[in-house]
């Protein structure tokens, strides 16, 4: 089954203790990206790549690292969780290396306290 | 740089009206334009996109939505809306030029769907 999977789905941690949200696609798209849902803000683009070893930043790329070393995976590392960041997270990835539609992941629901 | 504009963020409509949500867009060219479904607790679903050529395109689950260039608006519309549709709705622009590729959402119209 064609999917995006990322764990863990829910995660509450503490400021400052490092943690990196894992993302994976099984359908060899090139274009993969992270984004953040807050309410009344919709979906706000964190980083992107469209393709291996090549990533840039999106809107709100503050605060977030990310790698891109093998088609499939493109975590996402907060070096240093903030209480700010409390948010859903969602991995997307797409065919082609534009933002073209977009396949997204289940998840995940982060809490920084 | 792109922006989408979602102007209503809660719409309610009786089970069997029919349904249009709106959607404008600002960018200097014609972008690529999407609508996305959000089912409390899941992920976002592709329902349509334009790319170019014809401008109603037809979508998933009986959905439609129309890009008017003048007017710089990509709507959404449904005949009857079921109950099952109650959801929230996100209209995005993606932008791919060269080296640049970004999508933007709007906030998203939540829509609740009465007997």
């Known amino acids: 089954e064609a999917q995006v999977t990322q764990n863990p789905r829910y995660l509450i941690t503490v400021t400052g203790k490092k943690l990196t949200v894992t993302c994976s696609q099984n359908?060899?798209?090139?274009?993969m990206s992270w984004y953040r849902q807050d309410p009344g803000l919709g979906l706000r683009q964190i980083y992107y790549?469209?393709?291996?070893?090549?990533?840039d930043k999106g809107d709100v790329p503050e605060g977030y690292k990310v790698s891109r070393k093998e088609k499939r995976n493109f975590p996402l590392i907060l070096e240093s969780p903030s209480p700010n960041q409390t948010s859903l997270y969602f991995c997307a990835s797409s065919n082609g290396q534009g933002p073209y539609e977009q396949y997204f992941g289940p998840g995940t629901r982060l809490t920084v306290t | 740089a792109q922006s989408v504009t979602q102007p209503d963020i809660h719409i309610t409509v009786s089970e069997g009206a029919s349904l249009e949500l709106r959607c404008n867009y600002s960018y200097g060219a014609t972008p690529y334009l999407f609508w996305y479904v959000q089912s409390p607790g899941q992920g976002l679903q592709l329902l349509l996109k334009y790319f170019s050529g014809d401008t109603l395109v037809q979508g998933i689950k009986g959905f439609e939505a129309e890009f008017k260039r003048s007017q710089s608006s990509f709507n959404l519309r449904k005949p009857s809306v079921h109950w099952s549709d109650a959801a929230e709705y996100f209209c995005?622009?993606?932008?791919?030029?060269?080296?640049?590729?970004?999508?933007?959402f709007g906030i998203g119209t939540k829509l609740q769907v009465i007997p």
């Open positions: 359908m060899n798209h090139e274009y």
């Open positions: 790549s469209m393709n291996v070893e090549v990533t």
């Open positions: 995005a622009v993606g932008v791919s030029s060269g080296g640049y590729q970004k999508v933007t």
